[in-house]
Nanobody
């Protein structure tokens, strides 16, 4: 059972930056794929960015603004979010594929 804990959300003005962190515990091996999803009020949960090995995929809406990263051998994943827009406001969830798990989410609010 993988346990995921996110941190780093908050309130930021448009154009600002935030860095989300996610720590995975409960396994003693390097998890293959980790990623970030988000869910805005009244909308379905959507993929923001995922990474595994040398592969990184981003939603079109965040390309060039968000960067997902991991340190080799560690079950941490980060999401650097720059040039934030009001439409980025959502609860951001950390996720793993195998084994499948979700974090509790962290709120990101972009507002002036």
């Amino acid at each position: 059972q993988v346990h995921l804990v996110e941190s780093g959300g908050g309130l930021v003005q448009p154009g600002g930056s935030l860095r989300l962190s996610c720590a995975a515990s409960g396994v003693e091996y390097e998890i293959g794929i980790m990623g970030w999803y988000r869910q805005a009020p009244g909308k379905e949960r959507e993929m923001v960015a995922i990474t595994g090995g040398t592969i990184k995929n981003y939603a079109d809406s965040v390309k060039g603004r968000f960067t997902i990263s991991r340190n080799k051998g560690e079950n941490w994943v980060y999401l650097q979010m720059n040039d934030l827009k009001p439409e980025d406001t959502a609860v951001y969830y950390c996720s793993t594929i195998a084994p499948a798990s979700w974090g509790q989410g962290t709120q990101v609010t972009v507002s002036s």
